[in-house]
């Protein structure tokens, strides 16, 4: 069975810093495109980025663009999500997803295309 597995939220305050991390196996996971989404109360979950299975190219929705980014680790099976200067908007369950076919990039990074999830890290951002 596949697994996600995400780590790292927390309670922290405005301008500073996390990093998410996002663990899986049963899966190859060289070959697939992994993304990070995130939704806030009342709101649609939205992709935040993604990261190619090939090129290991990143795409980020711009509200994130020079504050995040998206990396992984094949030899760990691990995709991280370091957040820096964080806002009170970017309070959100954050969620890893697996893209639905592996060898396939990251397309639109909208939730419908990424068929594994994991059950998300809560993130904070309050004074």
């Known amino acids: 069975e596949v697994q996600l597995v995400e780590s790292g939220g927390g309670l922290v305050q405005p301008g500073g810093s996390l990093r998410l991390s996002c663990v899986t196996s049963?899966?190859?996971?060289?070959?697939?495109?992994m993304a990070w989404f995130r939704q806030g109360p009342g709101k649609e979950r939205e992709g935040v980025a993604c990261i190619s299975w090939s090129t290991a190219s990143t795409y980020y929705a711009d509200f994130v663009r020079g504050r995040f980014t998206i990396s992984r680790d094949n030899a760990k099976n691990t995709v991280y999500l370091q957040l820096n200067s964080l806002k009170t908007e970017d309070t959100a369950m954050y969620y890893c997803?697996?893209?639905?076919?592996?060898?396939?990039?990251?397309?639109?990074?909208?939730?419908?295309?990424?068929?594994?999830w994991g059950q998300g890290t809560q993130v904070t951002v309050s004074s």
């Open positions: 049963e899966f190859p996971f060289a070959t697939y495109s």
């Open positions: 997803a697996r893209r639905t076919s592996p060898h396939t990039g990251c397309g639109s990074i909208r939730p419908r295309e990424y068929g594994s």
